[in-house]
């Protein structure tokens, strides 16, 4: 397991995350790059538990994103499987689970404040929370793809799936754009990646 992850999390993050995952009925898995989701967690029918996480996180995503799940087990484990998802359960287990690892030996220390704030209420995905998402970007290799709301008003953009949009006003929080082909309107986080068309 050592071998499997000290190269996809912070190097003072692996011993702890080691401890974590000493369970024989555990299974971590490093997926290819899933559009949908960073990482997920399922219970096996023959009562073995999946983790998979995508490959191509930085490592500091790469780290919550296997905290995130491992609060799935753990949740599992002590509350059972009737509980929400993303429920307090879930949320408790998550908060201190990650708790050890918010410091500055593992995390940029401008990143701490961001992930004390976050972790008062984890939502289901750390990309809700854009002020996190945006500053963990920064890790991630460099791409050709610009962030939302850098995109101005009225340009087209599309999608990794070759939706094209055309980009409109900004509401409370998200961006409000139009599907060209269908005229449906669709509502966006301003951290969303797109490849901006004209």
């Not at 990650?98 to 704030?117: D, G, Q, T």
């Not at 972790?119 to 995905?125: G, I, L, M």
């Amino acid at each position: 397991m050592q071998n499997l992850l000290q190269s996809y999390i912070p190097e003072k993050a692996l011993i702890q995350v080691l401890k974590l995952l000493e369970h024989d009925n555990l299974l971590i898995r490093i997926k290819n790059e899933r559009k949908t989701r960073h990482g997920d967690y399922k219970r096996l029918p023959n009562d073995q538990h999946e983790i998979t996480i995508n490959s191509n996180l930085n490592k500091f995503r790469f780290l919550i994103t296997l905290i995130h799940e491992i609060a799935h087990f753990e949740a599992y484990k002590t509350y059972g499987r009737f509980i929400k998802p993303h429920g307090i359960e879930w949320k408790r287990s998550f908060q201190h689970l990650m708790l050890p690892f918010i410091n500055p030996n593992i995390f940029p220390e401008h990143l701490l404040p961001l992930l004390a704030k976050h972790f008062k209420n984890p939502k289901a995905s750390s990309d809700t929370d854009a002020n996190l998402a945006l500053a963990l970007k920064q890790f991630d290799p460099p791409s050709n793809k610009t962030y939302i709301f850098e995109v101005p008003l009225g340009s087209t953009f599309k999608l990794y799936n070759d939706k094209v949009f055309k980009m409109g006003q900004k509401r409370v929080k998200r961006f409000e754009c139009i599907e060209v082909k269908t005229g449906k309107i669709y509502l966006f986080n301003p951290n969303a990646e797109v490849k901006v068309i004209d």
